[in-house]
């Protein structure tokens, strides 16, 4: 019997070393997983990103790099030939602006006590 206790602890150890060995592989497979993840989403967004650069920066926007910026009313200005410079550029009387200021004046009113 004296032999027999040997035995049993060799197995328990292979047993260990065996469920070590497991959790250690398991270990660097999970860890492999998220790290692969992580670098496929990261060469995901880096290729979206110089996709998105190289339209931006393709033939058409490289012809337009030389071009001033104008805004919106002076690009209408421009392709409106057929308006005349009081017609492109409005300037408001005294009595429309009066009415402008009426309508603002009502709509920021505070309403009076008992008015429906």
Known sequence: MVGGGAV???DALADALAEYKRSIAALIGMV???VGL???FGLGVGAGYHLNA???LGGKALADLGKPVMSKREQFRLCSLSLTEAEANPVPSNEELEQIAVRWRARYAEPK???P
């Open 32 to 34: 492999g997983v998220v």
């Open 54 to 56: 190289l339209e931006r």
């Open 8 to 10: 049993y602890r060799d």
């Open 38 to 40: 992580a670098f496929g």
């Open 113 to 115: 006590w008992g008015t």
